[in-house]
C-alpha cells in the first residue's frame, strides 16, 4: 500500500493531535494569569477539551471502509489508531478528574505535559513509520517521566521519576538500535514495506530475530512484562497517584497498541518466534506478578505488581497472533483502563486523608463512605475477573484466542494464577470491610466523583453490554490482519 | 591495508578507548571529558562516511549541548560526586561477561549477511543532498509530521525540565 | 576502501560499552553517559548503511536528526530529575536511593 498524496482534508484525519498541541499551549498560557485558587478552572478546562477532542474525533478523524496512510506514509488513518485513540482521551480526561481532588497537583506545566503525553500516546498507535515510532514513543515517555517526579518536595516521587527515567533511557535505547538494524537491512522506515525489502535483500531470519528481539526489550518496558518489570513496583510507588494510575493504563495501552502493530504488520515472517517469545513473556508475567503481590502490604505496588499480571494476561491476546486475540487485547485494555484508573482514584483520595499508603489505611472504608468502598469492590472484583463486570469478558475473550490458537498451555497458567490474583485483591476487599479507629466519613469533590462514575458506568456497562465496543474491537483486528 | 583503513582504525580505536574510559573512569567528571572525547571519535566517523553535515551537528549538538550539560550537571552535584569509593557496583565482572555475550551475539548476527561486504554507494556531487533533507522535513508528504512533533516534544522537555529543577524554596 | 562490517562492528562495541556503563555504573549521571554512547552508536549504524547501501535517499538522515533531538530532549530531562533528587537528599548515586524498596 502506497501512501495517499497529500491533501488538506488530511488535515481532519490529525484535528485530534492539532487539537492537543492547542490546548496544551492553551493552559499554558492560561496558567499565566490564574492564581493559585482558581487553579481547578484549568483542571476542568483540560478534562472539557478532552472530551471535546474525543467527540471531533469520533466524528471527524473515522477512518474510512479501507486503512489510509497518510502524511507520506507517517501515519495510518485505521481502526486501531481510532479505538486506541478514544481511549487515551478517556484516560487522560479521568486522570485530570482524579488529579484535581488536591490543588497541589494541579499546575499548567501538569496538564501541558498530560497532555503532550497524551498526543505522543495518539500518535504511537496510528505510527506506520519506524522514525515517527520512535519520536511517538518519546514524545509519550519523556513527560511522563517528569510527572512522575512532578512532586519535587516528596523524596519518593522524585526517586521514582529518576528511576523511571533511567531504565526508560536504556530500554529504548536498545530498542533504537534495533530499529537502526531494521531501517539499515531494508532501507525504508515504513513498517509494512520493511519484510518486503528484507526478503529482497536477502537478510538472514537470525539477524531480523535479532533485531526483533532488541526491538522487544523496549515494547517489553512499555507495556512492563516480566522479566522487563523491575521499575514498575518503584515507579507506581513514588509517583503522584493519578499518575501512576495513567501509566499503568493509558501508557500500557499504548505500548500494546505499538507491539501488535510492528509484530503483525513488521514481523509476519517470524510469527512462529514471536508468538512463542510473547508466550514466554505472558506466562511470566502472570506469574511473577501475581506471586509477588501476594506479598506486598503497600496498596500502590500492590497494584504495580497486580498491573504486571495483567500485562500478562494481554500478552496472552497477543500471541495468539488471530484478531479473535487482538480483539481480546483491545477489549481488555479497555476494560483494565477504566478498572485500574478507579482504583488508583480511590487509593489517591484515601491516602490523602489516612496519609498512608498501607493496605491497612482501608480498613472501615465501608463505614466512612459505603458508595466509595462499593466502587473499590466493583473495581477489585473486575481486576479479578468476575462475572458479570468489564474485566471477565475481556480475560474471556483472551483465554478463548489462546485456547483457539492451540495455545492451551498458556490459558491454563492464565486461569490459575486467576485464581491466585483473585486471593489478593478478596485480602483487599476484606480490609475494606474491618472495622477502624478513624471513622471519620470521606468526601470527595465533584470532579472526582465525575470521574469514579465514568470507570463505574464503563466498568458495568462493558460487562454487560459486550457487542458494541467488541465490535469495534473486531474491526480494529481486522484492519491489522 | 590502506591509508584510509588504518585512519578508520586509528579512530574507531580511540573511540572505543575513549568510552570505555567513560565507564571505568573513577571521577564522573572524568568520565564526562572521556565522553567528550568518544563524541568527537564519532564525529570523526561520520566524516570518514562523507556526512559532513552531521559531523557539524554531532559537535554542535552533542558535545556543545549534551556533554556540557552532562558536566553542568557534574559540577552542581559535585558534593556528592566528590565522595570517592568505588563508582562500580559490586558484580561489575557478571555484568562485564553478559555485554561480552551481547557483543558476540551483535557480531555473530551482522556476519550472518552477505551485505556488509557490499563496497559503498556513489556519491554525486551533491554529496549528502542536503537540500532534498530540508525538503523532505518540510514537505506534507515526508515527515513534516515527525519534524513538528520534534518541536513539540522539546518545549515540552524544556518546560517539564525547568518546573522539575527550579528551586521551590524560594519560590514560595 | 572500508567495508560495511567495520562500522557495523564498531557501532556494536560503542553500543555494548555503553550497556556496560548502564549496569556497571552507581551514579546516575554516568548511566547517563552510557546511554548517550548507545545512542552514538546508532548514529553510526544509520549512517554507515545510508552511505553503503542507500546513499542517495535521505530517510536515513531524517532519523539520524531526530535520534539527535530525542536524545537532546531526553538528556535535559534526565538532568533536570537528578538535580531536583540531588536538592532533595544530596545524592545522585542510585545505589542509595533505597526509600522505594519492598
Known sequence: ?481 | MSAFQIVFLLIALLTLFSALMVVFARKTIHSAFWLILALFGVAATFATLAASFFVVIQVAVYIGAIAILIIFTVMLTRRSMEESGDQLLPGWGWAALVVLIVFGGLVFMLLQWQGIFQPPQVLTAGGENLENLGMALVMPDRYVIPFEVASVLLVAAMIGAIYVAGDHKKRS | MIPLAWYLIFSAGLFSIGLLGVLVRKNAVSILMGVELMLNAVNINLLAFWRYLWAPEVDAQVFVAVVLIAAAAEAVVGLALIISAYRRRQTVVVDEMNLLKG
Open chain 1, 1 to 481: 500500500m502506497n501512501p495517499a498524496p497529500f491533501e488538506l482534508s488530511m488535515l481532519l484525519a490529525i484535528l485530534p493531535e492539532i487539537l492537543l498541541v492547542v490546548l496544551a499551549a492553551l493552559v499554558l498560557l492560561l496558567n499565566l494569569g490564574v492564581r493559585h485558587r482558581a487553579e481547578g478552572v484549568l483542571g476542568w478546562l483540560t478534562a472539557i477539551g478532552l472530551a471535546v477532542i474525543a467527540v471531533l474525533s469520533a466524528v471527524f478523524a473515522r477512518p474510512g471502509d479501507t486503512p489510509q496512510l497518510i502524511f507520506g506514509g507517517m501515519l495510518r488513518l485505521d481502526w486501531v489508531s481510532f479505538s486506541f485513540r478514544l481511549l487515551f482521551l478517556l484516560g487522560a480526561a479521568i486522570t485530570v478528574l482524579v488529579s484535581l481532588e488536591h490543588a497541589r497537583t494541579i499546575t499548567g506545566e501538569y496538564l501541558a505535559l498530560l497532555l503532550v503525553s497524551t498526543l505522543g500516546m495518539s500518535l504511537m498507535a496510528s505510527s506506520a513509520n519506524l522514525i515517527m515510532l520512535y519520536l511517538a514513543i518519546e514524545t509519550t515517555s519523556l513527560p511522563l517521566y517528569l510527572l512522575a517526579g512532578y512532586y519535587v518536595e516528596n523524596q519518593k516521587s522524585v526517586e521514582s521519576g529518576i528511576k523511571y527515567m533511567l531504565y526508560g533511557a536504556v530500554t529504548s535505547a536498545v530498542m533504537l538500535y534495533g530499529f537502526s538494524l531494521l531501517f539499515g537491512l531494508s532501507g525504508t522506515a515504513n513498517l509494512a514495506m520493511i519484510p518486503f525489502r528484507l526478503t529482497q535483500t536477502g537478510v538472514s531470519p537470525l539477524l531480523v530475530g535479532g533485531a526483533l528481539f532488541l526491538t522487544l526489550v523496549g515494547f517489553g518496558f512499555k507495556v512492563s512484562a516480566a522479566p522487563f518489570h523491575f521499575w514498575a513496583p518503584d515507579v507506581y510507588e513514588g509517583a503522584p497517584t493519578p499518575i501512576a494510575g495513567f501509566l499503568s493504563t493509558a501508557s500500557k495501552a499504548a505500548g500494546f497498541a505499538v507491539l501488535v502493530r510492528v509484530l503483525l504488520v513488521t514481523f509476519p515472517q517470524l510469527a512462529s518466534f514471536w508468538t512463542l517469545v510473547v508466550a514466554i513473556l505472558a506466562a511470566l508475567s502472570m506469574i511473577v506478578g501475581n506471586l509477588l503481590a501476594l506479598t506486598q502490604r503497600n496498596i500502590k505496588r500492590l497494584l504495580a505488581y497486580s498491573s504486571i499480571a495483567q500485562a500478562g494476561y494481554i500478552l496472552v491476546g497477543v500471541a495468539a497472533d488471530s484478531p479473535l486475540g487482538v480483539a481480546g487485547m483491545v477489549y481488555y485494555l479497555t476494560s483494565y483502563l477504566v478498572t485500574n484508573l478507579a482504583a488508583f482514584a480511590i487509593v489517591w483520595l484515601v491516602a490523602q486523608q489516612v496519609g498512608s499508603e498501607d493496605l491497612d489505611a482501608f480498613s472501615g472504608l465501608g463505614k466512612r463512605n459505603p458508595a466509595i468502598a462499593l466502587a473499590m469492590l466493583i473495581s477489585l472484583l473486575s481486576l479479578g475477573g468476575i462475572p458479570p463486570l468489564s474485566g471477565f469478558i475481556g480475560k474471556v475473550l483472551v483465554f478463548a484466542a489462546a485456547v483457539e490458537a492451540g495455545q492451551v498451555a498458556l490459558a491454563i497458567i492464565g486461569v490459575l494464577t486467576s485464581v491466585i490474583g483473585l486471593y489478593y485483591y478478596l485480602t483487599v476487599m476484606k480490609i475494606l470491610y474491618r472495622p477502624a479507629v478513624d471513622e471519620a466519613p470521606l468526601k470527595p469533590s465533584l470532579s472526582w466523583r465525575t470521574a469514579m462514575l465514568i470507570c463505574v458506568v464503563l466498568m458495568l456497562a462493558l460487562g454487560v453490554i459486550v457487542a458494541p465496543w467488541y465490535g469495534q474491537s473486531l474491526a480494529a483486528a481486522s484492519a491489522l490482519f
